[in-house]
């Protein structure tokens, strides 16, 4: 009975370390993209609801008060089309954070790990057949606003490096109930 040399046993061991850490990579890459698959759909998630009752709330508005790039604050409208509460929408660069705060006092926190959000009001849709086309809302802006259209990142870390998941939303909401007075 004749035995394994020398030579082909460290011949049988580099064949085994190659294909071990050809499995390894292929594993190690599986795992850095199923958490990043799962980062992606809580983002999108995340971000779907916030958008959700942000276009909701909006679209339903009566008038914005007040704007800054970061920030919104609308008369609310209730059900019945009555004036509501004020509704401040703020994005705190410090806290990552979209936040809703209410005049009665009510604070929810929309977004988390929001890294830029960019607020922007245009006037009414121009009636020459230009679609697409918002003339942005200056001087009198309070009085002429009927558009305002948000951007947002969002982005979460990978725990195992520092590979990170984005997501960006935009959106151009059309306040239905605007109040010109």
Do not use: H
Not at 59 to 77: C, D, E, H, M, P
Not at 99 to 112: C, N, P, Q, Y
Not at 114 to 124: A, E, G, K, P
Not at 157 to 166: C, H, Q, R, T, V
């Amino acid at each position: 009975m004749r035995g394994w040399t020398l030579v082909e046993m460290m011949v049988a061991v580099a064949i085994f370390s190659l294909v071990s850490m050809a499995l390894a990579g292929t594993y190690i890459f599986s795992v850095k993209s199923m958490a990043s698959m799962y980062n992606y759909a809580l983002l999108d998630a995340c971000n779907r609801q916030a958008m959700d009752q942000l276009t909701q709330e909006i679209r339903q508005s009566r008038k914005v008060l007040a704007y800054t790039t970061n920030s919104i604050t609308i008369l609310s409208a209730n059900p019945d089309g009555t004036a509501g509460p004020q509704v401040t929408y703020a994005f705190s660069p410090s806290t990552k954070k979209l936040v809703r705060t209410s005049a009665d006092g009510s604070t929810k926190t929309l977004l988390e790990n929001c890294s830029l959000l960019s607020f922007q009001l245009f006037t009414r849709c121009p009636s020459n057949a230009v679609f697409g086309s918002f003339p942005v809302a200056v001087n009198n802006w309070q009085q002429t606003v009927k558009v305002l259209q948000l951007t947002w990142k969002t982005s979460m870390d990978l725990p195992i490096g520092i590979i990170n998941s984005e997501n960006v939303q935009t959106a151009r909401i059309v306040i239905r109930k605007q109040q010109t007075s």
